[in-house]
């Protein structure tokens, strides 16, 4: 699994953003101050018979008030100081976030943990047992902070990470928050009940915890901290994980993140309701008012709610989204309202355009969050992964993937809620349902030798339950059907070409998947004799599923399949590519075989592919070629593809592949971007290696005329008959191999 990366951002600009975006917090009335006050505090402590002392960060106007502030306890790493935080500018960024309205006013306290925190101490001279009975009482008896845990946080620095998440999780009723920069773990410097990578795996509670791990690319305790995070994934705990590009375990790399540091931590806390404070918001004159965000019910932006079979209106829509080359999938539901709430999310980012869209329609989006310039964001998430963005649906282009949703039915895709966060009733719709279709195309079928043998013994249905969820929400599926129906399979009733037949009892198995496209282009079809290939295309004909690829003769299996739905016309062309000759529709002394059409680019298919350009509005190749077992195309497949491509083709599909093969996107010299797909791998046939059970199935999303994105399907076959959706498990590690591990054409480069 690829880790979370954040891009810094330079916070100025964002405080300019908020000054529009956001309303200022709570200010003391007369009290126009601008800056916080830096004191320090001394209390002695009777376990260690010490002298220790605090430092504390108090708001701005904190002395003309007697409010309660929410409060943050802010630990210092080995060897280090309670003037640690100062050091590294939080009284800054404190102030400047509460002028500009992004940070509530709130106290931080940053207390000296002695010889303590430097020791691997748990009895009761442990720096937890000082915290919490000597430091926090004097503390609330000092100062006017909330006792509340949800206006308490806590977090640290190196080893100060490693006492937040000790104190935290093993005190989850005292904090709603916890973070972690550059944090210390080791599975060996703690007993398990005092290990927080223990306790992340068993400690009761925790779950009500927001968690905040951070680190730089180059950080030398980079393996605690991610075996930390592998922890909380086990135990299914949502956090927030960012690797930043940059920095390593040093203060030039904290200094430069205080600002989003304070912003995670404050999140949901508002400034202090008190009678004799009046928030500056009252204060503001009408056209600056007019220019803050509204409420969903002040801007009459009511969500819309669907029911039964997801969105059915026109709607304003926004989707999360992340670059094709990404390995991420799905979005937690809970996460996606948070956002709604106007939460800031480490790993969100937004271009202006849909910002300013977002807050139109009552979204209070955080001024943390990224903002970029539209024609900035692809390009950013291209090169960073791990990051997503909330997309206007007509926005959306292949290079995009929309992510599913995480609800308690399973991951959806956002069309295919009955409510759905992001879709607002609005005058100027992006989403039409009645604009939209979706297509789908698998690899290789063939019911045939132990996948024949499974049918029987399992039947059809068994067969189709694992998929039959997701080509169902397709307006149009695709089979690359290899192997034609023999009545008396595995009998023959004439010569046999090949070695492979179906049976007619497991020809309902296209019918229940509910195919409407059957391919022709594999090798096996004539197998059984030219007769049986023709019975099998009047099956076909009449269970009302259209061919492309193949047919009676040649000019039949190089005729387009049309279709046309919801306004947009789509073009199919498919070929054989490498025979073997007796597969291939032929005139033999002047008698028409039936079988596949063979791809001749130089001859009929650079002809056919521009004048079918002029009559569609997306045109789709599908390509039988020579089956290699590996993950990257061979020079000449890549070759032959990316022309293609640069002839007209939008899509390009090999259904020929027995294992998946990579993706491209390829630039053509007339400026167009074909998707390129090497290979789908098998849907149903009995290779038991689990590369070769592995495969895709790509849906396309056809909008108004034009390929909007494309949708990953990762699937697995068991029992040579019985293809089913990856756990989250396989699907990312599936991922990683094929976007990554051998994923050099989605990076650019020219060759696998």
């Keep these: 699994m690829r880790r979370l990366s954040w891009m810094p951002f330079v916070f100025a600009l964002s405080l300019l953003v908020a000054l529009v975006l956001r309303p200022v917090p709570a200010q003391a009335q007369r009290c126009t101050s601008t800056e916080g006050r830096v004191i320090d505090r001394t209390y002695s402590s009777e376990l260690v018979d010490l002298e220790l002392v605090y430092t504390v960060y108090l708001p701005p106007c904190y002395a003309q008030t007697d409010a309660t502030y929410p409060v943050l306890y802010l630990m210092h790493g080995s060897n280090s100081t309670n003037r640690l935080w100062v050091d590294l500018g939080l009284p800054q960024a404190m102030d400047a976030g509460i002028e500009a309205g992004v940070l509530p006013p709130f106290v931080v306290v940053m207390p000296y943990g002695a010889w303590m925190a430097n020791e691997n101490r748990f009895d009761r001279l442990s720096w937890e047992n000082v915290f919490l009975t000597e430091l926090l009482p004097d503390v609330e008896a000092n100062h006017r902070v909330s006792t509340d845990r949800a206006t308490r946080a806590i977090g640290g620095i190196s080893r100060g990470g490693f006492w937040a998440f000790h104190i935290a999780f093993?005190?989850?009723?005292?904090?709603?928050?916890?973070?972690?920069?550059?944090?210390?773990?080791?599975?060996q410097n703690a007993p398990p009940d005092f290990n927080p990578l223990d306790l992340a795996l068993n400690a009761p509670g925790i779950e009500s915890l927001r968690i905040w791990l951070d680190r730089g690319r180059d950080d030398y305790a980079q393996?605690?901290?991610?075996?930390?995070?592998?922890?909380?994934?086990?135990?299914?705990?949502?956090?927030?994980?960012?690797?930043?590009?940059?920095?390593?375990?040093?203060?030039?790399?904290?200094?430069?993140?205080?600002?989003?540091?304070?912003?995670?931590?404050?999140?949901?806390?508002?400034?202090?309701?008190?009678?004799?404070?009046?928030?500056?918001?009252?204060?503001?004159?009408?056209?600056?008012?007019?220019?803050?965000?509204?409420?969903?019910?002040?801007?009459?932006?009511?969500?819309?709610?669907?029911?039964?079979?997801?969105?059915?209106?026109?709607?304003?829509?926004?989707?999360?989204?992340?670059?094709?080359?990404?390995?991420?999938?799905?979005?937690?539901?809970?996460?996606?309202?948070r956002i709604l709430n106007g939460e800031v999310d480490p790993a969100?980012?937004?271009?202006?355009?849909?910002?300013?869209?977002?807050?139109?329609?009552?979204?209070?989006?955080?001024?943390?969050?990224?903002?970029?310039?539209?024609?900035?964001?692809?390009?950013?998430?291209?090169?960073?992964?791990?990051?997503?963005?909330?997309?206007?649906?007509?926005?959306?282009?292949?290079?995009?993937?929309?992510?599913?949703?995480?609800?308690?039915e399973g991951d959806l895709h956002p069309l295919d809620m009955p409510t759905y966060p992001f879709a607002f009733e609005s005058e100027s719709p992006n989403f039409d349902p009645a604009l939209l279709t979706r297509m789908t195309f698998s690899g290789v079928t063939a019911l045939a030798r132990n996948t024949l043998t499974a049918l029987d013994n399992n039947g059809v249905e068994w067969a189709a339950e694992g998929i039959l969820p997701y080509v169902s929400t397709a307006d149009f599926f695709h089979v690359s059907n290899e192997v034609s129906f023999a009545p008396r399979c595995p009998e023959a009733d004439e010569p046999v070409l090949g070695g492979l037949c179906s049976k007619d009892a497991h020809f309902d198995l296209l019918t229940l998947l509910g195919v409407d496209i059957l391919e022709l282009t594999g090798n096996h079809n004539n197998d059984y004799g030219f007769n049986v290939y023709r019975r099998s295309l009047e099956m076909y004909r009449e269970a009302g599923m259209q061919t492309v690829g193949g047919g009676e003769s040649v000019t039949e299996a190089r005729a387009p399949l049309i279709v046309e739905h919801n306004g947009t016309r789509v073009g199919l062309f498919a070929c054989n590519w490498n025979g073997p000759e007796f597969a291939l529709a032929s005139d033999f002394l002047g008698e028409e075989r039936p079988g596949a059409a063979y791809c001749v680019i130089d001859g009929w298919l650079r002809e056919a592919i521009p004048a079918l350009r002029q009559q569609v509005d997306v045109v789709v190749v599908l390509v039988q070629y020579a089956e290699y077992d590996r993950y990257n195309p061979i020079e000449r497949q890549l070759t032959h593809f990316r022309t293609l491509g640069e002839i007209g083709a939008d899509v390009v599909l090999g259904t020929q592949a027995h294992r998946p093969q990579v993706f491209e996107f390829h630039a053509s010299v007339d400026g167009?971007?074909?998707?390129?797909?090497?290979?789908?791998?098998?849907?149903?046939?009995?290779?038991?290696?689990?590369?070769?059970?592995?495969?895709?199935?790509?849906?396309?999303?056809?909008?108004?005329?034009?390929?909007?994105?494309?949708?990953?399907?990762?699937?697995?076959?068991?029992?040579?008959?019985?293809?089913?959706?990856?756990?989250?498990?396989?699907?990312?590690?599936?991922?990683?191999?094929?976007?990554?591990?051998?994923?050099?054409?989605?990076?650019?480069?020219?060759?696998?």
Excluded: C
């Design 348 to 408: 969100l980012v937004l271009d202006s355009a849909t910002a300013e869209a977002l807050i139109e329609h009552g979204v209070p989006v955080d001024p943390f969050n990224r903002v970029l310039p539209p024609d900035q964001l692809q390009a950013f998430l291209w090169e960073n992964p791990d990051r997503y963005t909330l997309l206007a649906f007509d926005a959306l282009t292949p290079r995009y993937r929309v992510l599913r949703i995480q609800t308690s």
């Design 223 to 337: 393996y605690g901290f991610d075996l930390m995070h592998d922890n909380l994934t086990t135990r299914g705990l949502p956090h927030d994980y960012i690797v930043y590009p940059e920095g390593e375990h040093n203060n030039a790399y904290w200094s430069s993140h205080v600002a989003e540091y304070l912003a995670f931590y404050s999140v949901g806390w508002e400034a202090p309701s008190q009678e004799t404070i009046t928030t500056q918001a009252e204060a503001t004159s009408e056209a600056t008012a007019s220019a803050l965000p509204l409420s969903i019910r002040e801007s009459g932006g009511e969500q819309v709610r669907q029911g039964g079979e997801g969105l059915s209106e026109s709607v304003s829509l926004f989707l999360p989204a992340t670059a094709f080359r990404s390995t991420q999938t799905r979005l937690d539901l809970d996460r996606l309202n």
């Design 170 to 187: 093993r005190n989850p009723a005292l904090f709603s928050t916890v973070g972690g920069h550059s944090a210390f773990f080791d599975p």
């Design 672 to 752: 167009r971007e074909s998707f390129l797909h090497h290979g789908l791998g098998n849907l149903y046939f009995d290779q038991p290696e689990l590369e070769n059970r592995e495969f895709f199935m790509d849906t396309l999303y056809l909008y108004d005329g034009r390929l909007l994105t494309v949708d990953l399907f990762t699937g697995v076959i068991e029992d040579f008959a019985r293809p089913r959706p990856m756990t989250a498990e396989e699907q990312a590690t599936f991922l990683e191999k094929m976007l990554f591990e051998h994923g050099s054409l989605l990076a650019g480069e020219d060759t696998p």
